[in-house]
């Protein structure tokens, strides 16, 4: 878990990493890099391992697709499933159906081989701050409750079946209550910088999702609206 320790300079964050990775020379090379930065990192080179090592005090899994024993993919779905760890998949599969497979299936990040260890570490440090618990862990809007420790969405207490990234476009929205979101500025804060893999099609495409979750009627939505040519914006109102 993480652990802060205060004083009046700044916040320190302890960090439990586990990188999932075969290739041997990538993952010590990995592992020596981020020991640099005070991180503290363990390996698995395949599912198995990984399985055995997975537990609530890691911080986060830098996770390979491609793995002698089966699919990242799987093992991304399995972790979300059982745990609040966020996940960036480092992989050679840079088509853009596999990063939004990534993403749908809870990947929180997404960063393609070859790539440089200073771009990895700020990805890294970005999500990190975004798991950072909130001192109130529900938040309400529009008659939704949204429980940021147990990651779910309920209305009238039946929880939505929401996928890591239409909860996290929510959570985003939850938390800018009135303020008008550009659609390049979405993509920014949810994929760090990784806006290149997912256009303003795909964007639409989550948002419609969302919707036909959230709203009592889709095609008039009244929890997050459009502002025409600029982007989206949930309003403030008393719930």
Do not use: H
């Amino acid at each position: 878990m993480l652990k802060s320790m205060y004083n009046t300079v700044e916040v320190v964050y302890l960090t439990n990493i586990l990188i999932v990775e075969d290739d041997n020379t990538i993952a010590q090379g990995l592992k020596y890099s981020l020991e640099v930065e005070n991180f503290e990192v363990k390996i698995a080179i395949n599912i198995e391992e990984a399985t055995n090592v997975i537990d609530s005090e890691l911080d986060l899994v830098i996770l390979d697709i491609s793995l002698p024993d089966g699919s990242g993919f799987d093992l991304c779905k399995d972790i979300k499933s059982n745990y609040d760890i966020p996940i960036i998949i480092l992989t050679a599969l840079d088509e853009e159906v596999n990063v939004v497979r990534g993403l749908d299936w809870g990947a929180d990040d997404y960063i393609t081989k070859p790539f440089r260890v200073r771009e990895l570490i700020s990805r890294i440090n970005s999500v990190l701050r975004r798991y950072r618990k909130d001192t109130n862990p529900k938040l309400y809007i529009e008659g939704l409750e949204i429980d940021t420790s147990k990651v779910k969405v309920k209305r009238e207490n039946k929880e939505l079946d929401l996928t890591a990234l239409e909860y996290k476009l929510l959570l985003l929205f939850a938390k800018n209550k009135g303020i008008v979101l550009k659609r390049a500025q979405i993509l920014d804060l949810l994929w760090d910088n990784a806006g290149n893999f997912v256009n303003d099609n795909t964007l639409t495409v989550y948002i419609k999702r969302l919707r036909e979750k959230i709203e009592k009627n889709p095609s008039k939505p009244e929890i997050i609206k459009t502002v025409r040519g600029i982007g989206y914006v949930l309003e403030k109102k008393n719930d």
